[in-house]
Nanobody, 125 residues
Framework: QVQLVESGGGLVQAGGSLTLSCAAS????????MGWFRQPPGKARNFVAG????????HYADSVEGRFIISRDNAKNTVHLQMNSLESEDTAVYYC??????????????????WGQGTQVTVSS
């Protein structure tokens, strides 16, 4: 069982930056592909970014490519999402997710086994 706890959400002005963090309880954190999803009010939960367990290969949604950076620290069991040039459309609840030993980074939420409770990010225009 893996427990995920997000932190770092808040209110930021458009054009600003924010970094989210996710702390994982997994004993073998290095075996988990980690990801971030987001869910705007009244909308579905969508993939934002992922980082693979085996080689730290990253993958991003088109909407955040070039603005967001996902990274992981296996020694500290954490994953981060650095968000730059934030836009009002980035407003959402952001969720950390994990899945063990996947060969790829899957964009469907159904493929991920563990979820955090979410952290709110609000971008004011």
């Amino acid at each position: 069982q893996v427990q995920l706890v997000e932190s770092g959400g808040g209110l930021v002005q458009a054009g600003g930056s924010l970094t989210l963090s996710c702390a994982a309880s997994a004993r073998t954190f290095e075996n988990y592909t980690m990801g971030w999803f987001r869910q705007p009010p009244g909308k579905a939960r969508n993939f934002v970014a992922g980082i693979r367990w085996s080689d730290a290969k990253t993958h991003y949604a088109d909407s955040v490519e070039g603005r967001f950076i996902i990274s992981r620290d296996n020694a500290k069991n954490t994953v981060h999402l650095q968000m730059n040039s934030l836009e009002s459309e980035d407003t959402a609840v952001y969720y950390c997710a994990a899945v063990e030993r996947t060969s790829g980074i899957i964009g469907s939420a159904y493929a991920w086994n563990y979820w955090g409770q979410g952290t709110q990010v609000t971008v004011s225009s």
